[in-house]
């Protein structure tokens, strides 16, 4: 009852803060407000007992993307541009066809929690019965991600450090001319 | 029962700061907004953990606690460097320096 309410509410945020997003115009807003889309949605993780995830997107989506988004809107300007040149019909007919395809193509999943699930079925139960004896670590996520997944971990890890060195070089690594100057006086 | 009013008390609090996020006509309501939910997402956090059995959570609510803490940092200096320039005889101009 109390889990379905939290639910609920914490889904309300997120619907309330995406459709703020889209309709604000200030860019600075638009920041703060994803970083409190990204935290609600590491609330609703949390809920869902997916604590690792909660706490990637908390580290991702409310902290580096934060920061990020930040030093950009510091090299970009501050307000949204309005660039459409129709009317707001033909994305909205779009963007209606493909929830309704999404939605549709929902039905053919298990439901959320079912046992049977192919999901459930496959590689799971081998990892629930033997990753403590074989890989000793008391939370089964973290031996999967760590240990039988190792390599596809290895392979993330080098494509968000590429992605970090990128940007990186995008944004700059030398230190740029002060262009306000009354901050470097002491 | 107690835990479940205090969760429910503390969804009230994120959505007030979330209104105040939407609302909040200078820069710097936005940011108290934001720093606001991140500390009621900890709380919330905590309050869930203890609400379902398991307080095995609470580290990780803490560690969410200094990310937050890094974001409105950024924010900050964000506003700091940029906003400063807007001011008269901030010296925006003064590119050579």
């Known amino acids: 009852m109390i889990e379905t309410l939290i639910d609920i509410v914490l889904l309300t945020f997120l619907a309330v803060t995406a459709i703020v997003i889209v309709r604000i115009r200030s860019l600075f807003a638009v920041i703060m407000l994803a970083g409190i889309y990204s935290l609600a949605s590491a609330g609703l993780f949390v809920v869902l007992d997916a604590v690792d995830v909660a706490f990637t997107e908390a580290v991702v989506g409310a902290g580096i993307s934060t920061v990020l988004l930040l030093g950009t809107l510091a090299l970009t300007g501050e307000q949204r541009k309005t660039t459409s040149r129709h009317g707001p019909l033909i994305p909205l007919a779009v963007v209606t066809l493909t929830g309704a395809v999404l939605v549709w193509g929902t039905w053919d999943m298990p439901l959320f929690g079912d046992p049977g699930a192919p999901a459930h079925q496959h590689v799971a139960p081998r990892y629930i019965q033997d990753s403590p004896n074989e890989v000793g670590v008391p939370n089964m996520v973290t031996s999967v991600l760590a240990s039988y997944r190792g390599f596809d971990t290895l392979g993330e890890v080098t494509v968000i450090f590429t992605a970090g060195v990128g940007v990186l070089a995008l944004l700059g690594f030398r230190r740029r001319k002060p262009r306000h100057p009354e901050r470097e006086k002491p | ?97």
């Open chain 2, 1 to 97: 029962m107690i835990l479940a009013g205090v969760s429910l008390g503390i969804l009230v609090v994120m959505g007030l700061a979330l209104l105040s996020a939407y609302l909040g006509p200078t820069v710097y309501d936005r940011i108290l907004a934001v720093n606001m939910f991140g500390t009621k997402t900890v709380l919330f956090i905590a309050a869930y953990g203890f609400l379902t059995g398991r307080p095995d959570f609470l580290d990780i609510a803490l560690s969410y606690a200094l990310i937050n803490f890094i974001g409105v940092i950024a924010a900050l200096r964000y506003v700091e460097r940029v906003y400063s320039v807007e001011k008269p005889g901030g010296g925006a101009d003064d590119d050579t320096a």
